[in-house]
Structure formats: C-alpha cells, structure tokens
C-alpha cells in the first residue's frame, strides 16, 4: 500500500506563464491532518486554467500544478479525516464548505472563508505544499490541483459522490456546468413563463440555458459572435439564437425590440465587462435581473448609468452557481444519474492525460465546449 509514503507520479507543472505546461514526474506527500490524497481518473479543462498560464491571474504562483475540474478516488487520508475512506468517489471543491465559518453559516452564500487565504496562495491549510519536482516544491492551486495523478486537498475541499457515477463526466461539475446551472436556479431564480438572454455559449452559457430551461423559461435567447455554437445550443434548451455581428446597433437594443421592452432574466457567461454592460441594459425596465457568471480580467471594471438600476433592474453575479459545494455536488450527480442533467453534451474532446496541451490548444480554438482529459 502506498498510505503514509511519498508517492511518484505524473503531473502537468507550469513552471512559469506564457509556455506549454510541462509533463513530469513529481512527488507527492502523504495527506496531513484534514487532508485526503486523491487519485486522479478524469479531469476537465477550464479557461480559468488558460488564464492562469497566461500570467495574467495576480494569484497565480510558479511552479505549479494547475486543473480544478476534476473527480477522483481516496487513496488515503490524513489524521482527523471522518467523512472519508480510501476507495470514495470524490469531486475536488474549489470552494469548500466547513460548515463553521460565517459564510457557511449564512444561508445566502456559498462563499467558505475557512482557507481563502492560504488557497490564494497556493499552499494548504497549514501553509505548506504537498508537491516537489526536480527537487522543488511547486505550488498548489485553487485548492485542487486535478492535473496531476494524485494530488492532496483539505478534507473540506471534497465531495464524495456516487460510486457509480462515471468519473470522466461528473468532473465537469467541479466547475463549469454546476456554475451556469446554479446562476439560472439559484442567483436569478428564473421564473416560469420567463423570458431570458445568455451571452456566451460556451459550457458555462449552455449550463445556464439548460437550467433556465428547467425552471420553465418560456423563451431563452443565446447570444454569441460564434453561429457554430447554435446548433448544440438547441439541445439545451434555448430557443432563439441572436449574433452580435448580424446587426450594426448595440445589441442591447435589439433585444428590447425583440422582447417589447426588454428581458427578465439575462446572464453574461463571457467574462467581457462590455458585454456585462449590454446585458444588464438588456433587462426589463422595473423588474430584469442580470447576472454575471464570466470571469473578467483582474483589475476590469464595470460601468453603466445609475438610471439603469434606479429604475428596477438588478445587477448580481455568482460564483460556482451559489451551491453550497459540499452540499450540493453529490445532489448534482444523482440529478445527472436519473437524467435530469446533461453532462454528456458538454464533452466535445476526450484527450489522454499527455495531449493536456493539444487539450488547451482545441480549448483556444473555439469549437470545443469541454474536453476531457482521462489519466
Ligand atoms: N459577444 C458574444 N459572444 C461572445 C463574445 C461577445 N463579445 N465574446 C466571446 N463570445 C462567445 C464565444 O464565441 C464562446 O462561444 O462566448 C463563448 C464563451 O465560451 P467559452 O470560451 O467556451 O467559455 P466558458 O467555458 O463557457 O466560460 C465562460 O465563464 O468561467 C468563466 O472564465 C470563464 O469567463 C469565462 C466564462
Ligand atoms: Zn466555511
């Protein structure tokens, strides 16, 4: 057995940005108390890794080991570990959930504060890393660090889910998927008969039609610069399909044309604080609600004329959807398993583990929705 040893493996390390991610043996220390040592099988790719790799993310630390969208099996546990034992299914948590902190605590968030500050660091819990290579110790990030064949993360940070539920689609949400879905059940709280507008149809976007969809939306428009992204699009629910391109007027007005006088619900899913703008103006005069789910650049900032929400309309954003992760992740995999959740869908690319960088190259190129790297 390999419990209480130091085990080698594979693992993607980013030694610095702007270069491929580098494939290497590391190793990987026992779990600590509270910690879990997990055994990678699937793992997604996200933007929020490419971002990372760009240098552009202020909390991004070098070397290190990237990937948060990923599911597992427990290889073996810390000292003070209850909810788990080796041979669980788990989903790493980039926001955990302790159960004790106010966040926790306070019914209208999900926003754990436990170990926000060492997880921004790249460390766990006790300030320390668990990963060297080439005799350095390289970095954690957000808490899951999925792209390498073990990896360890506090035992707040999981999830254990149903054993039978196929690993190499319920990583999908560890991040994305959960995060658009939430954002249409949760944040908004979309309404039947509704009428909503997404931008950006990429996992993210789609994941928010598919639970507008569920919450009974009566028309539900995707906007994106991309018609490829149409076709699919349909399958989760949206109904009409609106390109920023085709038109030489804000977008914003030809949405309060289309809708007479503007939406209940829109989402912006691209990370574009352009788009952000239009989309709040895009809501109904009174009563529209907009939410932002993209990630906007560090240092961005949004604007708009304080009329906008003088006169009713209500800006909010989300991050991972609102659930309550620790709470909700096992929830979301059995409404996957009795098919009230496309995850399927999502997956246009399944990769080996080595083609992680073919993987982010086919992310970039934009016809891809999610692929899938399994170890
Ligand atoms: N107007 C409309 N659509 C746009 C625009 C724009 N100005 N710019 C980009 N898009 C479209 C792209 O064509 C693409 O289909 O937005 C979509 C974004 O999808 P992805 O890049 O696949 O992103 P996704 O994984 O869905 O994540 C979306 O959420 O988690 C964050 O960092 C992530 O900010 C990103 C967002
Ligand atoms: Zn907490």
Not at 37 to 43: D, L, M, Q, S
Not at 203 to 217: E, N, R, S
Request: glycine share 10%; net charge neutral.
């Amino acid at each position: 057995s390999t419990t209480g040893k130091v085990i080698k493996c594979r693992a993607a390390v980013a030694w610095g940005s702007k270069q491929p991610l580098a494939l290497e043996e590391v190793e990987v220390a026992p779990p600590k108390a509270h910690e879990v040592r997990v055994k990678v099988v699937a793992v997604a790719l996200c933007h929020t890794d490419a971002y990372t790799m760009s240098g552009l993310d202020p909390e991004g630390s070098f070397p290190c080991i990237l990937g948060h969208e990923g599911s597992g099996i427990v290889e073996s546990i810390g000292e003070g570990v209850t909810e788990f034992k080796p041979g669980d299914h788990v989903i790493p948590l980039y926001i955990p959930q302790c159960r004790e902190c106010k966040f926790c605590k306070h019914p209208s968030t999900n926003l754990c504060g436990k170990i926000r500050a060492t997880q921004g660091k790249g460390v766990m819990p006790d300030g320390t890393s668990r990963f060297t290579c080439r005799g350095q110790l390289i970095s954690h990030f957000m808490g899951c660090s999925t792209f390498s064949e073990y990896t360890v993360v506090a035992d707040i940070s999981l999830a254990k889910i149903d054993p039978v539920a196929p690993l190499d689609k319920v990583c999908l949400l560890a991040c994305g998927v959960s995060t658009g879905y939430g954002a249409a059940l949760n944040t908004a709280n979309v309404t039947p008969g509704s009428s909503c507008a997404i931008w950006g149809l990429g996992a993210v976007g789609l994941a928010v039609a598919f639970g507008c969809k569920q919450a009974g939306a009566n028309r539900i428009i995707g906007i994106d610069i991309n018609s490829t992204k149409f076709e699919l699009a349909k399958t989760f629910g949206c109904t009409e399909f609106v390109n920023p391109k085709d038109h030489d007027k804000p977008i914003q007005e030809v949405l309060i044309e289309l809708t007479d006088g503007g939406l209940d619900f829109t989402f912006e899913c691209i990370g574009d604080v352009n788009t952000m703008r239009a989309a709040l103006e895009s809501c109904h005069k009174g009563w529209g609600t907009s939410v932002i789910v993209g990630v906007a650049a560090a240092g961005q900032e949004i604007s708009t004329r304080p009329f906008q929400l003088v006169t009713g309309r209500v800006w909010k954003g989300t991050a991972f959807g609102g659930w309550k992760s620790k709470d909700s992740v096992p929830q979301l995999v059995q409404d996957y398993m009795a098919k009230k959740l496309l995850l399927d869908e999502f997956i246009t690319h399944t990769l080996p583990f080595e083609k992680i960088n073919e993987g982010f190259e086919l992310l970039r190129l934009g016809d891809c929705v999610r692929v899938v790297l399994k170890y």
